[in-house]
């Protein structure tokens, strides 16, 4: 059975930072890109962030545009966990985030949902003004 479980998720200040951590089992891990989407009450689910299987040969990393410089998605393959480190957050960071995982996403494709074959089930991240 394939898992993705994300944890990590936190009522912050605005400002403030969060580590959100995905583990996955059941598939292999390293031939899988894991991508990072949140919603919004209200709105569409958007991609965040991707980070490819291999970044030495596929080298897709991946930032929505208003979170460059203040997310960093990285991979521990011996761990089977992708984490997603959120600094200087705001009120509009507000969110449940899920980590999916994808053996098909190209760079023109990675905030596609329909890429990602595997989802987690989400956590809740509340940044507060």
């Known amino acids: 059975e394939v898992q993705l479980v994300e944890s990590g998720g936190a009522l912050v200040q605005a400002g403030g930072s969060l580590r959100l951590s995905c583990v996955v089992s059941?598939?292999?891990?390293?031939?899988?890109?894991i991508g990072w989407f949140r919603q919004a009450p209200g709105k569409e689910r958007e991609g965040v962030s991707c980070?490819?299987?291999?970044?030495?040969?596929?080298?897709?990393?991946y930032y929505k545009d208003s979170v460059k410089g203040r997310f960093t998605i990285s991979r521990d393959n011996a761990k089977n966990t992708v984490y997603l480190q959120m600094n200087s957050l705001k009120p509009e960071d507000t969110a449940v985030y899920y980590c999916?995982?994808?053996?098909?996403?190209?760079?023109?494709?990675?905030?596609?949902?329909?890429?990602?074959?595997?989802w987690g089930q989400g956590t809740q991240v509340t940044v507060s003004s």
């Open positions: 059941g598939v292999d891990f390293d031939e899988y890109d």
């Open positions: 980070i490819s299987e291999d970044i030495r040969e596929n080298d897709i990393i």
């Open positions: 999916a995982a994808g053996d098909r996403v190209t760079p023109s494709t990675v905030t596609s949902g329909d890429e990602y074959d595997y």
